[in-house]
């Protein structure tokens, strides 16, 4: 069982839910970064699937670098106007052909990035308000890799990389992350005024907890500054509501505090994005794979969204070391914090890495020895199901930003 | 009456219809250059209108410059897929902010070329087969003109510029027009499988006309090589029937004779034009403003399509020039055929030309001099009212390649 | 020897030099139209050279379709600077792998327009003041064709398509031609502050000729409005002297008539060219194959530059019709003016046209019947050597624009 | 003295120097993500500069968010080529007018970024190895911020924003910087076969440290298989001599560990970088300010390079913390390791963080109370001069990446 170079150890430190300071951020769905990262991964994840379908396995691609440059918008009460269109430009690298078989890789990355902006972004027009443009090369034709229906063999790691995961998310983290997702999930539902691009800053002093939203208003949902700030009061409302079903801790909730009523400077969007007016973005320089940037705790640069989840061994261990974190703690009492980290091993198989290291702090009265037993079955059995992780990213029931 | 320098004189020479060889060629409405023609005028238009809603006048701009990058594609019997997007950029000038307002002049750019892609190209997905991108710079800003509601003033001539009209069409030339005009129109309505990119070349030598057809077939409407023969024999037919209303002349139809049967090598699309294979296109290459490219006929090089209609003296004169030529031969009994020159002098009043040539060749007993006095006021009417023009051309009214 | 359908005939009508009224235009080597053909051709003679070189032949190709945005920029006395870039896209297809051999094709098209650029360009920074970027498809397979050094056959033609060509100059196309080749030689040679971007229009009236030439000046060269003054005083003076070592008629000459000293608005640039400032252009839209636009006659509306010299039939049959219009007239006496018009044979040899046909107006005392058969033998003679154009052109003796 | 909020405490666990497993990386100068970050940077200090020479302080500007798209090339031994040149997009915000003098923001940006490849990349032939492109908008005129010679004013904090710190270095931190950094300095010098894109990673476990290189190698400097083998050798050799000079560990050294040479398969390039076929890259997606990816030392996502240093809160916090680490540990006796973190607070002066955080672990028989002093005046000292960091950047004296 343990050729899989599993250590379990405890962590020399305090849980970040009990350090002194902690700052967790979240770019929400709409900022131009994560527009990027899910642009990237919704390309990645219909290759992925287009090359099942037509030859049977997922054959060599990377997608993971989508470039944004911003447009401007003139944004009015009522209903304001794009300007300059955003433009979004996916590059990367695609197989066009295989066994004779051509593979239409830029009009799937265009359909799918189509697709993408229509479900997710109801005040970007395709094609009018952001034009996107696709330049994907073709990859060097040895590293076509095999991953279809037939052989989900393991396959080879190819580099040495790192995938970093931490469970449970501090409480912090948990706000900052919940803040986000329902306000671009069922308070837009229903307030369609706040657009998708939602920037959540938490910082924590000892028991002092403060939430700062960055929200892009819908300028045709909002007749004047009155309805303006009734957006803006109605949000703090729902995060101060929200934050407090997941903490006792202190939560003092701001938003939009750059704004400036008196000059008129406020945050007013035609798009729902800042991406209308300045601000660029690219992949992989937001969120991490758990959809948070945490500087309180071990992180990689690897970009995952756009990445091949077949074999790019970043991608696969950042997502399966955030999976193996969650699993152990819903698995095993007495855990207070776990970080689990896999490092690659060059030319060995995926589900042997180089070294699988959980760190975690217990419990009082729970010893590590005591469950270490139980925590090396669940990260074995995990590795053991590492290609689990690929069929769900390609599934797209893995969120990587 | 006569401050106009109009000049009627007899042609020395033959009527074109009276020529030993005359050639004709149209390139129809989903050639490469034609739909990069349709696309800049279609963008012309929208910008001109959306001047006068937002300012009350035209302002300047010039959209005369749009460059199609072919894509690539697998056409196939039942329908086939674009592999590569065609690439299209609009290029031109355009006054972006007026008096304080801003002008979307790249966004109502992007959405008249969406416009015109949707209604023309019904194969032509917008974004996705074709991705559409915009430069458009700013001008001078000295070089802005006045049109608009309230002051219908004629401009000055900026440019020593040429115009050249011609009437009424020779028979070759009705054929080939008709032929392109008819098959993307009431014959694809009931045929869908013939694409939008009609390619048709008239050559007359003495009584014999050949009409040489190039039709991109579309591939979903053709399960197989016998119905796509079904096809071309249809087109061939059809054709046929439609020169013989227009000649007594021998007239052989000739249907993609590129096709090799045997290879497998036809003229097969997936999208309906050679853009989606390896054919680029701009704008000002193929037809003339009268529809036609006629190397027995003078002409001029200027691109038509595209170009501010208030102000560009080039558009306006050959657009002029053969609304004249119409006019005279429709008002004028005893013309057999009359050619329209306009040139321009820079300083005056585009109602003013250097000189205004009007060249005939008259039926039989009949001389220039029984009808000069008519031509003159005709030439005289029309250049009063050379605003009509420009009107006209904002309205759609006028087609332009 | 007639089996290539030659026809010689009398034109029914006057010699353009007899005609009353003579329009003639050239873009110089700088207008952004030129500079389009100047590049498009170019990099055709460095991809057609360096597949000989590789491959032994020419393989399939066509770059005809580099298209400009024009900048923006801020000339001032003493030397100003470009503020945005030109921004050049050289598009096209070109075969890129042949029996195992990759062929650097958009490598050799950006070396091509470098060293078109710096040769031709003084004042433009390639890659800083101008943006060069490529897109070069790849054609269909199957329309590769041969022309190398074992191989000199004859190809097919694949078009039906055109090419006329005249002789002699007309005294107003011949100063037209020599007063921007002049200016854009020797005299710029020695004064430097005359920009590439000469434009020149010839018009006749009878007797008399205006010459009005729009030339871009350099403003490093130029330290105040008098030396300005001076500079337009020079070329004025060149292009009188010029012209009346060409004609006995009474010329004009007018330069950069669009300025106005009061208001400052005069001709200044800081590159040579308007592209500099809002002067977009494109391949084929300027000069014909002979260097000029010619209303008076006959034109084809193919693109030229750019194209295949191997296989492309529009662009042969342009050029070989003006060598041979050359050729008659220097080799036979007694003519006044000769037109050359070739028309292709789909699926015939190019050296076998469908028609070929001469018309031309004979001195006095000469007859048609007296030279025509001296005449189809120089026809004969320059179909059969059809493919030495090829060469030339690879070579860059011929111009195309 | 107090007002900046500055805690000192000790950290609570191990310094990195002493946990068991340590994972570092740094992607060399030419490295795709490296080289994109560089060129940022370098057109933020030409920007910078410009702005200062021309209107007297720095105007708003971003440039950090160049995208680069891999091309291909033909490596060959003794000298291959490029088939399809790398694109770089340079995208941001500039100022491009500001009272009346307008700024050539995007020439400003081509020439620095020509500037940097070729003092950077002797086998990168700028314009046709690589197609520079530039698209900066102007951003919100609002946002202008004051950085001159007159008033260096401290400019507000106008985002929530991190910066984090360290010093001094591990040994293995050390080892892979300075591994990069000679091979790219020094050694290739000398040894003009070992190309700009080196990745380093370094890994230690307890006492044993794996250093592995990823080298590319110049094909024009390499003959054969023998002399890459040679080639890899000596790099080998020289990373073993150098890590011996910074530890006593035991150091195993990797070089191009993914080379077969019995397929061929080797990192073998024409213009050393793998852009040069098919690796993208894009700005902040390698290393931190400090040079390195730290997976167990706390990191910011910011990306540092190209961001203004005049108002960018994250890129001047990083960079000044980074200071402040080393100055703390150069001036005070007694600390094993340090981290500063600088957060800040919205509306205040940035040289007034919310918090200002030094952690650290003390040498035996060192307290942290015996020190707090000493920290506390230097933090105070640096966040005083605050500005100097800005002026720094602009004078290219501290790196970013």
Do not use: W
């Not at 007495?334 to 180089?354: A, C, K, T, V």
Request: proline fraction near 3%; charged fraction near 25%; glycine fraction near 10%.
């Amino acid at each position: 069982m343990t050729d899989r170079n599993i250590r379990v150890e405890p962590v020399v430190g305090r849980a970040v839910e009990a350090q002194d300071v902690e700052i967790v951020e979240r770019k929400g769905l709409g900022h131009p970064d994560s527009l990027c990262d899910g642009i990237a991964e919704h390309v990645s994840q219909a290759l992925a699937r287009e090359y099942i379908d037509r030859v049977g396995k997922v054959l060599h691609y990377n997608t993971d670098e989508t470039q944004l440059v911003a447009g401007s918008a003139a944004p009015a009460f009522g209903g304001g106007e794009v300007i300059d269109p955003i433009y979004l430009l996916i590059t990367g690298r695609a197989t066009k052909e295989y066994g004779g078989t051509r593979i239409p890789a830029e009009t799937i990355a265009l359909r799918a990035a189509r697709e993408y902006i229509t479900e997710n972004f109801p005040f970007i027009d395709f094609g009018t308000d952001v034009v996107v443009d696709v330049r994907l090369g073709e990859g060097s034709g040895d590293l076509q890799e095999v991953f279809g229906e037939d052989g989900k063999q393991v396959p080879m790691s190819n580099d040495t990389s790192f995938g970093v995961g931490h469970a449970p998310l501090t409480e912090t983290e948990t706000i900052v992350l919940e803040t986000e997702r329902q306000l671009n999930g069922r308070y837009s539902d229903e307030n369609p005024g706040v657009g998708q691009d939602i920037k959540v800053m938490g910082k924590r002093e000892g028991e002092a907890i403060d939430v700062t939203v960055a929200a892009a208003i819908v300028d045709r949902y909002v007749a004047d500054i009155d309805e303006y700030e009734e957006t803006i009061a109605g949000i703090r409302t729902f995060v101060e509501d929200l934050a407090a079903t997941y903490t006792d801790r202190d939560v003092t909730v701001h938003v939009n505090t750059a704004d400036n009523y008196e000059d008129g400077s406020i945050y007013l969007t035609t798009t729902g994005t800042s991406a209308e007016q300045g601000d660029d973005g690219s992949v992989g320089r937001g969120n991490r794979a758990n959809g948070l940037i945490t500087p309180n705790r071990s992180m990689s640069m690897e970009a995952t969204s756009g990445k091949n989840p077949v074999n790019h061994i970043g991608k696969i261990y950042n997502l399966l070391s955030t999976e193996i974190a969650h699993a152990v703690v819903g698995e095993v009492a007495g855990i207070e914090e776990i970080r689990i980290r896999l490092l690659s091993q060059i030319g060995q198989p995926i589900d042997r890495p180089h070294v699988a290291d959980a760190t975690l702090v217990t419990e009082d009265g729970i010893e590590v020895d005591d469950i270490e037993a139980e925590i090396r079955a669940i990260v074995d059995r995990e590795l053991e199901n590492v290609t689990d992780i690929t069929q769900r990213v390609i599934d797209g029931e893995l969120t990587t930003f």
